[in-house]
């Protein structure tokens, strides 16, 4: 069993910059893929950067390529994500989830965080 909680969201303004932290308990951290989704109003929930345990290889959606930095820290059991130039449609809420590397689905789902970009 894993527990996620996300931290860092909040309200900034289009081009400012946001990271998001996702705390995760459990000794097995590392062999957790673990991902960043966001749910925005009216719209299905997308894959938004994802990292394996080495942290090498990340991927990322393409509206989000070269603005946003997804990486990880076992030791500190944790998740991040770096958004830079923030754009309105960024906003949503972002959720961190994790699964075992041999699970094709998402396990695991921290509660969520909202970011807000003001235009």
């Known amino acids: 069993q894993v527990q996620l909680v996300e931290s860092g969201g909040g309200l900034v303004q289009a081009g400012g910059s946001l990271r998001l932290s996702c705390a995760a308990s459990?000794?097995?951290?590392?062999?957790?893929?673990m991902g960043w989704f966001r749910q925005a109003p009216g719209k299905e929930r997308e894959l938004v950067a994802g990292i394996g345990w080495s942290g090498s290889s990340p991927l990322y959606a393409d509206s989000v390529k070269g603005r946003f930095t997804i990486s990880r820290d076992n030791a500190k059991n944790t998740v991040y994500l770096q958004m830079n130039s923030l754009k309105p449609e960024d906003t949503a809420v972002y959720y961190c989830?994790?699964?075992?590397?041999?699970?094709?689905?998402?396990?695991?789902w921290g509660q969520g965080t909202q970011v807000t970009v003001s235009s």
């Open positions: 459990g000794r097995t951290f590392s062999s957790y893929y």
């Open positions: 989830a994790a699964r075992r590397l041999s699970r094709p689905q998402y396990e695991y």
